[in-house]
């Protein structure tokens, strides 16, 4: 009896140690996570908030002024300028520029303006997509400068492309232009563009949207009607 007591209270034994590492390891992982959410708190305090914490909150905010009145929006915005004229991130600024483009202030206005002259290609990319969201002849007129002016091709391509959304006839004589452009890639964007803009379909020839270019009302519409016959037989 006495032996098997013994491998009863050694088993019993085991168990208790099993359950106390196993207590030793779950207070282990509570003490790590309050270590590291401690040492997140200081980092917070000593570098500011990262990136994607600046980003949601950002967006927390935008979401309770555009609950909020006209004044609350107005105040909204003056504040996200501020916070992008010390952004050091482009990611974040682009988080800050899509928001101001959901809003009717000047302050958001004055963002997106600024923003096509980010000094970081992707920001610049993303105030294309803003303008096309805002719309109005500003939006032609800042694509169109955007276009002739920025010194990366993928830049100038998506103004072109948001030019085509727009779907503004005010952007036929940039696009036309760019037709002429040595670049191919430039060329192909333009002929897509303008077939959004003009809602014609010319193929993607790049000499007939020329032809229809230098005369939109008369020969192109004779070769469209022309070709559509051609095409039936």
Known sequence: MACKFGRLSGSRTARIVVICCSL????????????????????????????????EET????????AGSHADQMEFTRKLVESMLVEH?????????????????????????????DPDERVRMAACAAWRERGGSDAVELLATRYRTDAEIDVRLRALRELGQLGDKAAVPVLAKALEDPDPAVQYRAVGALKRVSGRDLG??????????A?????????????GFRQLF
């Open 24 to 55: 030793s390891t779950v207070g282990c992982r509570a003490w790590t996570t309050l270590t590291t959410s401690q040492k997140t708190l200081e980092e917070q305090r000593k570098y500011g908030a990262t990136a994607d914490q600046r980003l």
């Open 59 to 66: 967006t927390a905010e935008a979401k309770a002024a555009k």
């Open 89 to 117: 991130d482009p990611r974040v600024r682009v988080g800050i520029l899509e928001v101001a483009a959901g809003f009717d202030t000047p302050a958001a206005a004055s963002i997106c303006r600024g923003a096509m002259e």
């Open 204 to 213: 993607d020839d790049v000499n007939k949207w020329r032809e229809w270019a």
């Open 215 to 227: 005369d939109p009302d008369g020969s192109a519409a004779e070769w469209t009607i022309a070709e």
